[in-house]
């Protein structure tokens, strides 16, 4: 059970659940992690009523192995779970915080296996700072911290216990804000498993800032690289454009069905042949008329947004334009500009060269421009 029904109170106007960490909106990474888990069964996403489509969307794209449901959650933790208890009947749960991103499928699997031996398990950590009592910020009391130790999650139960010590809380009025006081409010154990450093909850906004740094010395990123080509004809009477900018003072435009951008089209090749994602013709068929006269621009957001479906981050482009005219250089840095909110990577991160064909051929002409184009994704 991966809860995501909070409202992010603490950490301002947006919803921490979808911020972007490396790519990814950050429930994502939760929901893989157990995806990948040997000891998980099936995934239970609890949610607020204002997010199930939007929670929907993103689980449809994704290549998910273990099936997965989507409920509604409640005005509390417990509540959530008591809802995502009663749509499933597996003997052990296991409750997880989709605010914890850099949970592993080896500390799922850790600690599934211990509550299996017993009853009740949870991640923790020994608390190495030094803690204190106080009022109106004065200190007023020493805690040893000898025996402290912290819970992460996931917590894993046996489903009925949690059951039995959620109608104990109630009986005794008591709020629980942790699945393991299901356990001892029952008078089971719960076994410990040593978490690590990095799960942390996500709470604050510099908590996101350090997930990311976290996140990029444990992961291990896959690269891929993808080629781009294309070509169009010259045509004096239609506009010219590339790299999505519109050179005004050209001549000749290129034919196409769409604005034939022969740079974009070459960019969104390489793109979507780094990630094997088919290609331009696939993806926007010159036979639906829906494309005619579109410009490429479009097409390139629609490519950005696919690759970030499927988890992929756009690293760099690097791309050359061979035409007698116009002068692309002139326009280079308005086109790399434009092109870097398209595809939100920074500016540094996108090189446009163009040269001519020296005369020959069809090119060398004036009959056609032709661009290449080199991009790296990763994962």
């Known amino acids: 059970m991966i809860l995501a029904a909070g409202r992010s109170e603490r950490i301002g106007t947006v919803d921490k659940l ?31 009523h204002e997010s199930i489509d939007k929670l929907t969307s993103l689980v449809s794209g994704l290549n998910l192995r273990k099936p997965i449901g989507i409920i509604l959650g409640g005005m509390s933790r417990m509540e959530s779970v008591e809802n995502a208890c009663k749509s499933v009947d597996s003997t052990f749960i296991a409750v997880h915080d989709a605010a914890r991103p850099l949970i592993t499928p080896q500390l799922i699997d850790r600690v599934c296996r211990a509550a299996r031996g017993s009853v009740c398990a949870c991640l923790s950590l020994p608390v190495v ?12 009391e020493r805690v040893d911290r000898t025996d402290l130790f912290s819970l992460q999650t996931p917590q894993v139960i046996r489903r009925d216990v949690w059951q039995d010590g959620r109608a104990i809380a109630q009986s005794l009025g008591i709020e629980v804000t942790d699945d393991t006081h299901m356990a001892t409010l029952t008078g089971n154990p719960v076994i410990h498993v040593a978490g690590h450093r990095n799960n942390i909850k996500i709470t604050y906004a510099d908590d996101i800032e350090y997930a990311e740094q976290a996140m990029m010395q444990s992961i291990q990123r896959e690269y891929r690289t993808g080629f781009g080509y ?4 010259t045509d004096p009477d239609r506009l010219c454009f590339l790299g999505g900018i519109h050179f005004e003072g050209s001549k000749v435009g290129l034919l196409g069905h769409s604005d034939a951008d022969v740079l974009l089209h070459a960019i969104c090749d390489s793109l979507l042949g780094a990630a094997s994602l088919g290609d331009i013709g696939v993806r926007f068929p010159p036979s639906d008329d829906a494309h005619k006269g579109r410009p490429s621009s479009e097409f390139l957001t629609e490519v950005n947004h696919l690759l970030k479906s499927h988890g992929w981050t756009v690293g760099n482009i690097d791309a050359t334009v061979i035409a007698e005219a116009p002068k692309v250089m002139a326009k280079a840095t308005e086109i790399r500009t434009h092109i870097s909110s398209l595809l939100e990577i920074p500016l540094n991160n996108i090189s446009i060269k163009a040269t001519t064909n020296e005369g020959l051929g069809a090119i060398g002409q004036g009959d056609g421009i032709a661009a290449h184009a080199v991009a790296t994704v990763y994962r």
């Open 18 to 48: 979808w911020v972007s960490l490396h790519g990814k909106p950050l429930l994502q990474w939760s929901i893989e992690a157990f995806d990948q888990a040997q000891e998980i069964s099936g995934i239970t996403l609890v949610t607020r």
């Open 129 to 140: 700072e030094t803690i204190v009592r106080s009022s109106q910020q004065c200190e007023k």
């Open 230 to 233: 294309d070509i169009h004809r």
